[in-house]
């Protein structure tokens, strides 16, 4: 079996997602989060927007009263309720690993609100050729990688084999496509190649330049969390290490 991507998917909801404003009008509930078909321990990162309709920057801006009840329900009647992070008072955990091709409805009481939103996590992918996990002796500027699975909002890309897989690092779309040819840097003897694929709301909360179209009239990405604003999303990866000669 293949190494998925471990601890850390991309970063995102911890970094460079938290700046996902809301129309302007009263405060926000604001609601972040992507599952990881890779790991065991999944996170929502909630908080609120002050001014109201300004994006969140800087510190985080907890809740005044932490939410009631924090739960993502299966199609299959399971429940998983969401703790707090006593070190990060807007950092929300839950143990269990979503399934590929799964929908997962999270429903968020706080404050008197309701906030919810549906996600459905990518078919799996799997590198296929090449068929090994690590790839050594390679003497060509080019590696070839295909795979089964989504063939939208895929993203590959090769990073240092220390470098944490963030969502930056993956810079352009292989769209309606399951296979790419990867760049090799030769002052690089070892790295990463990444596959990764993310649902509809995921890409468009980490690269809403490319939906330029599809912005609403306060030039803010569309979020898919009713009741709130932000986005809940889903991703799926796997992974091929390349040791160059």
């Known amino acids: 079996m293949r190494i998925a991507l471990g601890a850390t998917l991309l970063g995102v909801a911890a970094c460079g997602l938290r700046d996902v404003p809301g129309p302007p009008g009263q405060e926000q509930v604001v609601v972040q989060g992507i599952l990881n078909a890779q790991r065991t321990q999944q996170e929502l990162w909630i908080e609120r927007s002050t001014p109201a309709g300004e994006p969140i920057g800087g510190a985080p801006l907890p809740l005044e009263s932490p939410p009631s009840r924090i739960e993502i329900r299966d199609t299959a009647g399971n429940v998983f309720n969401f703790s707090g992070d006593t070190a990060n008072p807007t950092r929300f955990v839950a143990t269990f690993t979503p399934t590929p091709g799964a929908r997962y409805d999270l429903v968020i009481e706080a404050g008197g609100r309701v906030i919810q939103a549906t996600a459905v996590v990518p078919r799996a992918i799997v590198i296929v050729d090449p068929a090994q996990d690590t790839l050594s002796g390679v003497a060509s500027p080019f590696v ?102």
């Open 144 to 245: 070839n990688v295909a795979w089964t699975g989504p063939n939208r909002w895929v993203r590959v890309t090769s990073i240092l084999d220390s470098a944490s897989a963030e969502y930056t690092l993956f810079r352009q779309w292989v769209m309606n496509d399951t296979m790419a040819q990867v760049t090799m840097d030769p002052s690089y003897p070892r790295v990463v190649i990444w596959v990764l694929a993310v649902d509809s709301v995921s890409a468009r909360a980490a690269d809403p330049g490319s939906f330029q179209g599809e912005l609403n009239p306060f030039g803010q990405f569309r979020g898919n969390i009713t009741g709130g604003v932000g986005f809940f999303g889903a991703a799926t990866s796997d992974r091929l290490v390349v040791r160059l000669q």
